[in-house]
T-cell receptor, first 111, second 116 residues
């Protein structure tokens, strides 16, 4: 599975747009990119998944450049409740098997 | 709609004791997984199952056993608990349209296990 690198932590203020970038230089041709969110005392929750270009849902957007060696999770107008750990996963079987969750990015949203 | 339910939510054991963690799902998903999460770290896969009656080892299987006798249940057993197994345990499920599915996982809220 492709190794991912993402910032350990980020701070933001309510109402701002937050962009979390994940590097995955050795992504394979068939790999998908998946992001999860985890709140304290809860299990991770699927946010968004993409293969190339841009994907948007009701929660976030995922931007993937043409070379696919990085991806950016964009959270529009964050609120205090978006304070959580965000994990970037890359792999063909990001739904299981040898899924590797790194340490993730701790996002802290301030008032 | 319960989704993925883990029992118990908390447990304290003494070294050498045994116990079983239960994961139950009502989503009719084929795949089920057990992870452990240690402070400040991501999740590590212990064991997984691709269907009723089948199990396989993940990244950190030593000291654990699992069973999937029914599609909706996945059991994680600790035969002789050790302090190094103090952790938060998460169960997850996913559907599978094919072997190389990219279906996202659905997680339970975890079992906090302390071993003294």
């Amino acid at each position: 599975l492709a190794k991912t690198t993402q910032p350990i932590s980020m701070d933001s203020y309510e109402g701002q747009e937050v962009n979390i970038t994940c590097s995955h230089n050795n992504i394979a041709t068939n790999d998908y990119i998946t992001w999860y969110q985890q709140f304290p005392s809860q299990g991770p929750r699927f946010i968004i998944q993409g293969y190339k270009t841009k994907v948007t849902n009701e929660v976030a957007s995922l931007f993937i450049p043409a070379d696919r060696k990085s991806s950016t999770l964009s959270l529009p107008r964050v609120s205090l409740s978006d304070t959580a750990v965000y994990y970037c996963l890359v792999g063909l079987n990001t739904g299981g098997f040898k899924t590797i969750f790194g340490a993730g990015t701790r996002l802290f949203v301030k008032a | 709609n319960a989704g993925v339910t883990q029992t118990p939510k908390f447990r304290v054991l003494k070294t050498g004791q045994s116990m079983t963690l239960l994961c139950a799902q009502d989503m009719n998903h084929e795949y089920m997984y057990w992870y452990r999460q240690d402070p400040g770290m991501g999740l590590r896969l212990i064991h997984y199952s691709v269907g009723e009656g089948t199990t396989a080892k993940g990244e950190v299987p030593d000291g654990y056993n699992v069973s999937r006798l029914k599609k909706q249940n996945f059991l994680l057993g600790l035969e002789s608990a050790a302090p190094s197994q103090t952790s938060v345990y998460f169960c997850a499920t996913s559907s599978a349209r094919d072997v190389w599915s990219n279906q996202p996982q659905h997680f339970g809220d975890g079992t906090r296990l302390s071993i003294l």
